[in-house]
């Protein structure tokens, strides 16, 4: 399918997603912050991109880096000021770079005012509406309300001093709030367009699928999986439910006001049927679809996720949107360095460290960005992935800051290997982050993966990511069609708009390339063939 003129800029946008406490620190606290962001703008622009979009950065205790908003018109004075943001709003868009915020509807912080207000109000009242207060289980209440479990670890229930149990469905410093509750509908409605005033383009929103719970409250059965994914159709009690979409046509409304603003979903869902429900043409402009980015390095697998998604977006007139890393998942350079089994959160913990190819993994991940690049639709680069950077697996225990480390009772190692700061320069004072330190301890060494050291060096990630997005530019950016190509078991083989051919190599040895221009590769090519774990482009010969 050709793209239409007039398409809307995000069906084939590239978006860099800036861990902003990970990213650059401008006032030397050691925490990444809105003025490193502004001195480091023209490194996202040299890549290539369209857009950012900033992980939270309201005022926020940052239990959970952030998703626990106490204000969500203000910005965190770590981070900085809504001056400083705004402004930085304003440059990017200078630069040509739309931004992108978080919204995170499906629970406050506990500092938040409503919950503060919740708390010093009695069972039943219009304070305690907001949020989900129930009494507890038991002959006296001692027991939390059902049997619903948090996901990061633990009940999902906390007793508070009068008796009563609140709901949250991540850290207990981040309640649900209650959906149902008029006084929740129009604040979003406003913060919406608070952000939307000051120049943002649109949100991801944060556990988009989350939003309705079972007014009942019952039991999740042994069928019903706790697990995010897990949850089929629409009758589990807080996953999925098809309530949730009345909020989301009451967003889109307002979004629908400011020309080029969009949103999109983090929805765990089940099936693409049910993803498809939140692209409907009055809610989502898009949604994540994680399959891919869940997968091991596996053409088979891979190859089927992508048909999915394909036919899926296709069925609602939407485009797949693609992603490999973000700051929930382990980095895909270190994921696909290792066995599919166990799985990388595990091994994180306390796996065989001699599972972990290195070398493997950042060949098949540069490959990997050049697949998830050629497909039609959007991705989505996550801060660092432009660098190789791998995980930081040996962080010791004492500086988790992840609640999932605490919640889990110590059995899941968290997130914090992703959201190690960035590296800029080669060495000096944590590699360039800050002039004071980093929040997190980067690796030794860690300043030979610098944007310093890369910079400009032939082969080097970097300018592998920026090529790869100046001729994804010129060469697939006017049309969304994908055709197979017949080929070995272990190679994915595709064409893009008659006229590029994509060959990604799973198997051992090298494979002979199609005829024609050598657009660009994700590694050398000896003897004009495409080696092991790796990837090219070749536009069919003039
Ligand atoms: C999804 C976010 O990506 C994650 O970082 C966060 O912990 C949870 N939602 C809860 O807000």
Redesign the pocket.
Known sequence: MRVMSGSPWWRNAVIYQVYLRSFADGNGDGTGDIAGLRSRLSHIRSLGVDSIWI?PWYRSPLR??G??VADYRSIDPRFGTMEEATEMIKEASELGLRTLLDL?P??TSSVHRWFQEALSSPPGSPPRHRYHFRPGSGTDGTRPPNNWRS??GGPAWTRVPDGEWYLHL?DAS?PDLNWANGDVRAEFREIIRFWLDRGASGFRV??ANALDKDPLYPDVSSEQDHMIIAAEGADHPFWDRDFLHDVVREWRSVVDEYPGAMLIA?AWVSSWERLALYLRPDEYHQAFDFRFMLLPWDPEVMKEAIDTALAGAASVGSVPTWVLS???VVRHVTRYGLPSVPDARDWLLDGDRSLLDEEAGLSRGRAATLLMLALPGSAYLYQGEELGLPEVHDLPVEVLDD?VWDRSGHTEKG?DGCRVPIPWSKSGESFGFGSDGSWLPQPEGWGGLSAAAQEGVPGSTLELYRTALEVRRTHLSGDESLEWVESDPTVIAFRRGGDVTVLVNFGQSPIPIPQGRILFSSDDLPDGMLPADSAVWVARAP
Request: hydrophobic share 25%.
């Open positions: 992980n959970d880096g998703y626990d995170v499906n629970h996901v990061f991540f981040q944060d556990v983090e973000n700051h929930d609640p997130r």
